[in-house]
């Protein structure tokens, strides 16, 4: 799985932008999908995730502002940001993971990284 991200870039805050993450295979055969962040001198970290046929997850910080979809038909994954804010200000990329199952309960996991893509939140 070939991930390419992109949309960043310098805006206001309280202004919106949306990223997206174009896949080389269909995103309906990828377990998870998601994207994390990673500020200057920080750890990255997750800012939401996407389980196929389950559920989405958020960091607190960024709940009630970014939504994280898919669109299978673009094989694209999508992280709409608004109310931005200066602390949003990170690299972002997007993240793949496969599952393989070996048993009836356990698996492989295969994770796959884009390349990040610069937001910049500053008046």
């Known amino acids: 799985v070939q991930l390419q991200a992109s949309g960043g870039g310098v805006v206001q805050p309280g202004g919106s932008l949306r990223l997206s993450c174009a896949s080389s295979?269909?995103?309906?055969?990828?377990?998870?999908m998601g994207w994390y962040r990673q500020a200057p001198g920080q750890q990255r970290e997750m800012v939401a995730t996407?389980?196929?046929?389950?559920?989405?997850n958020y960091a607190d910080s960024v709940k009630g502002r970014f939504t994280i979809s898919r669109d299978g038909a673009k094989n694209t994954l999508y992280l709409q940001m608004n109310s931005l804010k200066p602390e949003d200000t990170a690299d972002y990329y997007c993240y793949a993971q496969l599952w393989d199952y070996y048993s009836d309960r356990d698996r492989y996991e295969y994770d796959y990284w884009g390349q990040g893509t610069l937001v910049t939140v500053s008046s």
């Open positions: 295979g269909s995103i309906f055969t990828i377990n998870v």
């Open positions: 996407d389980t196929r046929g389950g559920s989405t």
